[in-house]
């Protein structure tokens, strides 16, 4: 049995293999990578190098607009750098305007039951919507 030591072109190390094995792929015993071995003994990769696998991401971060590290997307402000994150500042708005026009609505009907609390609810309701609102 032939034996040729051949290198790998990935990483360089080198391995005896048999004669009767060239003009095939071949896998790396050091990288894990294939090759092809010419018929006259030299290599090619025959595909592209392995690369780590993409990092999974969790939905519920997202990246800080300053200093591109990963913070929740609920946190009113980077842990890292300290900006504000306006996305979580106007889903807060955003629940409080939501109160607001729930007070509206609830105080309609309670107005002809009982006419000061429902003027009072009212009031309140309109306060927390105009007061909540965000303008764009």
């Known amino acids: 049995m032939n034996?040729?030591?051949?290198?790998?072109p990935c990483c360089a190390k080198q391995m005896n293999v048999a004669v009767e094995h060239f003009g095939n792929n071949f896998k790396c015993i050091e990288c894990e990578n294939r090759f092809f071995i010419k018929l006259d003994g030299s290599t090619e990769i025959s595909t592209p190098q392995a690369t780590p696998p993409p990092k999974v991401q969790n939905p519920n971060l997202r990246p800080c607009f300053s200093c591109y590290k990963e913070i929740s997307k609920d946190a009113l402000t980077c842990p890292h750098c300290g900006r504000p994150n306006k996305e979580a500042q106007n889903k807060e708005k955003d629940s409080k305007q939501r109160v607001g026009c729930f007070l509206i609505l609830l105080s309609i009907p309670i107005c002809f039951l009982l006419p000061p609390l429902g003027g009072v609810m009212m009031i309140l309701g309109i306060i927390m919507f105009f007061v909540f609102m965000r303008f764009k």
């Open 3 to 8: 034996e040729a030591v051949i290198k790998c």
